[in-house]
């Protein structure tokens, strides 16, 4: 079977039932002072989390620095192409403009092999979280090729690498103060990179490199972003999904979670980059120094109790809409079912169907002997029965020979297939190699020793 992603259209709602209960009599009566249901606007979010940056140093309690250029995490130039070295000494608690602030400072200096320093740190295993308001107040470091973010990752994801996981960007400045200065409320989904997905929405904000606040507000239903107190964007869970490789027996998987990938404990990360991709023009040399400045992080949560972290909407502009909705769902063409194909795709102008073969591809003229055929078996229906003396293979392929120009699909695939193994007839140190050939360099294939895989029985 190959399997790919396809979009349908989704709704979720939430129901609000109220009952009244209304009496005849022949006096009257006076309603008894009662307190409102719901939470004053306050108090409806309380604060759980807050690092104010008011100590001699960062806080070892909450933080920990991420180290070096991205090499040793596999992603050199963490993956942007970005031109700091991150240590720990260019991050301290400083006072600025009257308030005691973290101060994150990229410097001119060589280091590794980079030519530029920084810093970078997250509350991994420190302070994790699921659910809330996140509040910042901030200034991005000034100039071209600048690029200050405070942003959010998954802390224990079940659905694999970036950006199956996810990713919330609540503040990401490039180029603070200048007339290429971008503001960006994003979030990353989908699949793995590099066919992730992303949301993504420019802020208009008044010079960056001055003090602004930024905030998101996430629950089970929906992202919200704010800058100086006003609701700029919202995403509601109908335009985020999650496709990942689950195992080798359940393949590729939808995320059954409609919040997914949003639906587990995330950590923040706080850092200053220089250069790379995000800024989107050269970085100008007179940029560095540059500082970006946090004088406070904080975390609230919704007291309402609600599921999903849902109900406290005293900031939120609910007249905003959300981007068109995804939806996504896994779409199966069934290549071999008790016989082979066809394969018929439905356009404006009609059906297009191919016809397949099942065959021997490779025998090396005649110096293997291989053998294909269909064979009844019980409870399985027809299968192709594949007998060789060694080497050699067996395709399945348009039964023209012509080949298949396939477009509007980005991947994410997967062939699936039953199998069985008779132990009788194969030899323990034998090799299976499984490969999809759309002509080179388009190919690819896995080979799995006999030796790790189940005998005389039927497996995936």
Known sequence: MFDRLYRHGRVAGIFLAAALLNACGGGSATAPDTEPFYLEPESEWALVWADEFDGAAV?????????????????????????????????????????????????????????????????????????????????????????SAVWMMPTDSTYGTWAAGGEIDIMEVVNAGTENQRVFMAAHYGFEWPLNQITSEGAEVDDASDWHTYALEWSGDYLRWFVDGEHLRTVNKDVY??????????????????????????????????GGVGP???????????????????????????????????FADRSLESPEAQSPEVVTTDIYTDAVGPLT???????????????????????????????????????????????????INAADGKTFDVYGHRGGGELKFDMYIDSSMTAPSSTIAIKMDSGYPALGSVSIDVAAMPKNEWFT
């Not at 070892?60 to 090499?71: A, E, I, R, V």
């Not at 999904?241 to 995330?266: I, R, V």
């Not at 007179?286 to 109900?311: H, K, L, N, W």
């Open 345 to 395: 795709w439905s356009f404006l102008t009609g059906d297009v169907t191919r016809d397949l073969q099942a065959g021997v591809g490779y025998n090396n003229d005649g110096a293997i002997d291989i053998a294909v055929s269909e064979v009844a078996v019980e409870g399985r229906g027809n299968v192709l029965d594949v007998i060789t003396s060694g080497g050699g293979n067996v395709v």
């Open 280 to 314: 989107g023009v050269e970085l100008d040399p007179e940029s560095v120094p540059g500082e970006m400045v946090v004088d406070y992080i904080r975390v609230y949560q919704c007291q309402y109790g609600a599921e999903g972290g849902v109900g406290c909407n005293t």
């Open 241 to 274: 999904y999650s496709y990942y490789f689950k195992d080798n027996t359940d393949g590729y998987q939808l995320a059954s979670d409609p919040a997914a990938p949003f639906d587990g404990e995330f950590h923040l990360l706080v850092n200053l980059a220089v």
């Open 59 to 147: 806080d070892s309690s909450n933080w920990t620095f991420q180290l070096g250029d991205g090499s040793d995490n596999g992603l050199p130039g963490w993956g942007n192409y970005e031109r700091q070295y991150y240590q720990a000494e260019n991050a301290s608690i400083a006072e600025v403009d009257d308030t005691s602030a973290l101060v994150i400072e990229a410097r001119a200096e060589s280091a590794g092999s980079s030519e530029y320093t920084s810093a970078r740190m997250r509350s991994l295993e420190k302070f994790d979280f699921k659910f809330g308001r996140v509040e910042i107040r901030a200034k991005a470091a000034p100039g071209d090729g600048m690029w």
